[in-house]
């Protein structure tokens, strides 16, 4: 039975989520698997893969076939390179602890370049906010500047009308008072 390691797809449409299983190559693509692997999230970045490295190194000995994708994501645990190494221990090339030894600084030389990567992912994320809070104090300061001109001119238009409305009333008392001297006036003469 030719075996093969490969993506299971779940999620919905638009957000995929898959399995990493060992199946039967004739299986369908989303069908019967003989075991569940690990799991693989595109969706974050980093993506997020959890594997059972060990698991997939005994399918891999036992002659499973991963696909493309399958085998980028066992190379990028390290399962290939764990493969490659325990070959080399049953042809006694490097010993068990050797074998181990190699494996654990290339894990640790990995897990350093993902912390990198997701500290330059945070950073520019956060040089993104930072930018997009300086704009948006930038146009804030801008539209308190035009509040504060429209209330100076609304400001200046309100003591233009007061000036007005005082010069009205001036005028109101002028023409009064000379209204009242024109009939003290009119009756001067009508008394005399």
Same mark, same amino acid.
């Given at each position: 039975?030719?075996?093969?390691?490969?993506? %299971?797809?779940?999620?919905?449409?638009?957000?995929?989520?898959?399995?990493? $299983?060992?199946?039967?190559?004739?299986?369908?693509?989303?069908?019967?698997?003989? !075991?569940?692997?690990?799991?693989?999230?595109?969706? $974050?970045?980093?993506?997020?893969?959890?594997?059972?490295?060990?698991?997939?190194?005994?399918?891999? %000995?036992?002659?499973? %076939?991963?696909?493309?994708?399958?085998?980028?994501?066992?190379?990028?645990?390290?399962?290939?390179?764990?493969?490659?190494?325990?070959?080399? $221990?049953?042809?006694?090339?490097?010993?068990?602890?050797?074998?181990?030894?190699?494996?654990?600084?290339?894990?640790? !030389?990995?897990?350093?370049?993902?912390?990198?990567?997701?500290?330059?992912?945070?950073?520019?994320?956060?040089?993104?906010?930072?930018?997009?809070?300086?704009?948006?104090?930038?146009?804030?300061?801008?539209?308190?500047?035009?509040? %504060?001109?429209?209330?100076?001119?609304?400001?200046?238009?309100?003591?233009?009308?007061?000036?007005?409305?005082?010069? +009205?009333?001036?005028? +109101? +008392?002028?023409?009064?008072?000379? !209204? !009242?001297?024109?009939?003290?006036?009119?009756?001067?003469?009508?008394?005399?």
């Amino acid at each position: 039975m030719p075996v093969k390691i490969r993506l %299971q797809r779940h999620g919905k449409k638009g957000k995929p989520f898959y399995w990493v $299983v060992a199946a039967d190559s004739r299986a369908k693509r989303d069908g019967r698997f003989l !075991e569940k692997l690990g799991t693989y999230n595109p969706n $974050v970045n980093p993506a997020i893969i959890d594997l059972d490295v060990d698991g997939a190194v005994k399918w891999l %000995q036992n002659g499973a %076939q991963p696909t493309d994708t399958a085998r980028t994501i066992l190379s990028y645990k390290g399962a290939m390179l764990k493969n490659h190494l325990a070959g080399g $221990v049953r042809k006694g090339a490097l010993t068990e602890e050797q074998a181990e030894e190699k494996f654990n600084a290339w894990l640790e !030389e990995k897990t350093g370049k993902v912390s990198s990567k997701e500290e330059e992912l945070a950073k520019a994320k956060a040089d993104v906010i930072a930018k997009a809070l300086e704009a948006e104090k930038a146009v804030n300061e801008a539209r308190i500047a035009a509040a %504060q001109k429209v209330e100076e001119e609304a400001t200046a238009a309100e003591e233009a009308v007061e000036a007005t409305e005082t010069v +009205e009333e001036a005028t +109101e +008392e002028v023409e009064a008072a000379a !209204e !009242e001297a024109t009939e003290a006036r009119a009756e001067d003469k009508a008394a005399e």
